[in-house]
T-cell receptor, first 115, second 116 residues
């Protein structure tokens, strides 16, 4: 009964380093998404996917890459980390390709600091 | 593009008092609206949603929200606050992405503080 699992929970990077935030779900959900949460700005959508091989950009995609090779996994890649990417990142999934029809299931987040 | 505005980044109430968290939406088509709650160090979980039908929607933990098209509002209420209601609350609206699929757009959140 794992749900949405995000790893790592915490990460500190230096400016210019790259890394991948992992997200896996065991509910066979088609829809997966990545959000970042910043104080006073709520949650902003980075990228989302409506199925394996299909991704689309959200509100703030710059500096991030995604791919969806399997239903279960939706990794978020930071190509060259910048201090502006310091944030809490949430992965969320839903059984429906139209996210309004079923609730989003959220992971517990990854807290990323870029120095 | 759809958007939501949450008035008040912080709301303070006493235990037993009415909770009212405000949300106004901007939408050119009938919207799908949601309220999510986030407890400390956790992800978000769904409180309630409005898609079609009855405009007064009941959710978990005694919360409810009313969709008012004339006011473009979807305010969240609870008659009597409990200490365990202290959390951050997010209003969200469903929007259409470039690929034609629905995605959620969140408001900036309102932190509810409950005092004894």
């Amino acid at each position: 009964n794992a749900g949405v699992t995000q790893t790592p929970k915490f990460q500190v990077l230096k400016t210019g380093q790259s890394m991948t935030l992992q997200c896996a779900q065991d509910m066979n959900h088609e829809y997966m998404s990545w959000y970042r949460q910043d104080p006073g700005m709520g949650l902003r959508l980075i990228h989302y996917s409506v199925g394996a091989g299909i991704t689309d950009q959200g509100e703030v995609p710059n500096g991030y890459n995604v791919s969806r090779s399997t239903t279960e996994d939706f990794p978020l890649r930071l190509l060259s980390a910048a201090p502006s990417q310091t944030s809490v990142y949430f992965c969320a999934s839903s059984p429906d390709r139209s996210s309004y029809n079923s609730p989003l299931h959220f992971g517990n987040g990854t807290r990323l600091t870029v120095t | 593009a759809q958007s939501v505005t949450q008035l008040g980044s912080h709301v303070s109430v006493s235990e037993g008092a009415l909770v009212l968290l405000r949300c106004n939406y901007s939408s050119s088509v009938p919207p799908y609206l949601f309220w999510y709650v986030q407890y400390p160090n956790q992800g978000l979980q769904l409180l309630l949603k409005y898609t079609t039908g009855a405009t007064l929607v009941k959710g978990i933990n005694g919360f409810e929200a009313e969709f008012k098209k004339s006011e473009t509002s979807f305010h969240l209420t609870k008659p009597s606050a409990h200490m365990s209601d202290a959390a951050e609350y997010f209003c969200a609206v469903s929007d259409l992405g470039d690929t034609g699929f629905q995605k959620l757009v969140f408001g900036t959140g309102t932190r509810l503080l409950v005092s004894p």
